[in-house]
């Protein structure tokens, strides 16, 4: 028996993160649940149930920054095996970056033909980094 967990190492505020969640040998569902914890305090959490494997988001709130825990448990009814696993690690919180929109004159090329593009740098809340990229 075990599992692994797979997350982000870096969570950006304000978006939603998926967190990868395998549990080996596993032959029921497992309820896992997640939390993602600031100064001792539950900012974000959330739980699935996961056969074999599965993926859980979590919303990340606006305007964190720093390191917090995230904490993942999965557990079946007490009366059947009870716990199954628990771990925790840090993780750091930032602030959304920017983001880069790539446009194209058309959806689909022949072969020789001239792409051309536009290039749009935006911030979190989708201002234009600069007036004119280059």
């Not at 539950?42 to 074999?52: E, F």
């Not at 995230?70 to 925790?88: C, D, P, Q, S, T």
């Amino acid at each position: 028996r075990g599992y692994l967990i797979a997350a982000p190492s870096v969570f950006r505020s304000g978006v939603e993160e998926a967190i990868s969640v395998t549990i080996f040998n596993s032959a029921k569902e497992t309820t896992v649940q997640i939390q993602l914890v600031v100064k001792g305090e539950t900012v974000s959490r959330s739980h699935g149930t996961v056969l074999d494997k599965g993926t859980i988001k979590l919303k990340v709130p606006s305007g964190l920054r720093g390191q917090a825990h995230l904490k993942v448990w999965g557990n079946r009814h007490l009366a059947e095996e009870g716990h199954i696993f628990h771990n925790y690690t840090t993780v750091t919180i930032d602030s959304k970056g920017s983001s880069v929109f790539i446009q194209t004159d058309k959806p689909v090329y022949k072969p020789k033909q001239k792409v051309l593009i536009n290039l749009f740098m935006v911030t979190s809340d989708l201002r234009p980094v600069n007036d004119r990229v280059k």
